[in-house]
């Protein structure tokens, strides 16, 4: 299926949840991508359905499916709207553009699998494994004032590891949130401080953190609809979500494993390393959340060879899901160990 989604966060949760049950998943990350993907490549396309967010930029999700429904091939192409906004209006909007369905967000996997199954043969089922897909790896998530953690792992299938990494994402890269919405606002850029909103609202959603969710939500409609109450609601915002943040940061840091040294002192051993690189290089090629576990593989199979700053700042691309920088420091960890990826395990 090809999921059209510009959040990066919003991507792996919704990949992994698809992954889960056995789904094959390309995305794109604006209706654009989308577009092109689609009508450029072979036809028909090998898509057997396309899971559609609607507010993105360049080109949202309605115009796409208006210019993909006006190329002859695609008509009959099963296209499933996802958006924050659960309206009689907004469903319309949805049908008149020439989608089949719809799914609210933050995605309730149950209502998507459901979904799905009106649209697809053999469609998802919750629970469902791919074929070689190994179980998500195991990692603490402590309880979290503020943060239902039963909701926000429903949505990433019971993948700990990254569940926990996305928390400390948020945490990094959304604590400045409001400073940028009023900074938009000053610029008279009222579109960027809607956007960004619209952002914080829904990565909260999917993870769980519902007063953000729901705080973010009526400063996104405030500025809508011209509250003259911004000023007051923007400042609320930013007040809860700073302490927000430092709760998430907090609960994250005391529960921290002690891995960044593992293997430091190891044995360095050459097969494991070979197999745990090749996996690691897959896994970041296809943008997959598993790759902080295959990393973790590959320091202990590196050992005393592995340099600390070198693999130090592999994981801190993985953390960031910066996958391009990612492989290219794989690449010169490959070249400083002297790994012959061929090699494998008896």
């Not at 598993?290 to 993985?318: C, H, V």
């Amino acid at each position: 299926m090809l999921l059209v989604e510009d959040n990066e966060m919003n991507r792996l949760v919704a990949t992994e949840l698809l992954q889960s049950a056995g789904a094959t998943v390309t995305s794109a990350v604006h209706g654009g991508e989308a577009v092109r993907m689609l009508t450029e490549g072979p036809q028909p396309p090998p898509y057997d359905v396309v899971l559609m967010d609607l507010q993105m930029p360049e080109m949202d999700g309605i115009t796409a499916t208006k210019l993909l429904r006006a190329n002859p091939h695609l008509q009959n192409l099963p296209i499933i709207a996802m958006t924050a906004h659960a309206l009689v209006e907004e469903r319309q909007r949805c049908i008149e553009a020439g989608m089949n369905d719809h799914v609210s967000k933050p995605i309730d996997p149950d209502a998507l699998f459901v979904t799905l199954a009106r649209w697809t043969h053999p469609a998802p089922s919750n629970g469902a494994k791919a074929a070689g897909h190994a179980p998500p790896p195991s990692a603490e998530i402590p309880e979290i004032d503020g943060v239902d953690t039963a909701s926000g792992l429903k949505r990433v299938a019971d993948n700990r590891q990254l569940y926990r990494s996305l928390l400390g994402q948020f945490a990094e890269k959304q604590a400045d949130a409001g400073d940028r919405m009023l900074n938009a606002l000053q610029k008279g850029d009222i579109k960027l401080a809607e956007q960004i909103a619209h952002t914080v609202k829904g990565v909260s959603g999917n993870l769980g953190i519902t007063k953000v969710q729901f705080s973010a939500a009526r400063v996104e409609r405030a500025f809508r609809e011209k509250d003259t109450a911004v000023p007051t609601i923007l400042s609320d915002f930013d007040t809860l979500l700073r302490q927000q943040v430092h709760t998430i940061a907090d609960a994250l840091h005391q529960t921290e494993p002690v891995s960044d040294g593992a293997g430091a002192a190891g044995t360095f051993n050459p097969e494991a390393a070979a197999a745990a690189t090749a996996r690691l290089r897959n896994l970041l090629k296809e943008s997959d959340a598993e790759a902080e576990d295959a990393f973790a593989e590959l320091r202990t199979a590196l050992g005393s060879e592995g340099k600390p700053e070198s693999l130090n700042a592999l994981a801190a691309s993985i953390r960031d899901f910066d996958f391009d920088g990612a492989l290219a420091k794989l690449d010169q960890i490959t070249a400083e160990t002297h790994i012959t990826e061929g090699q494998t395990t008896a």
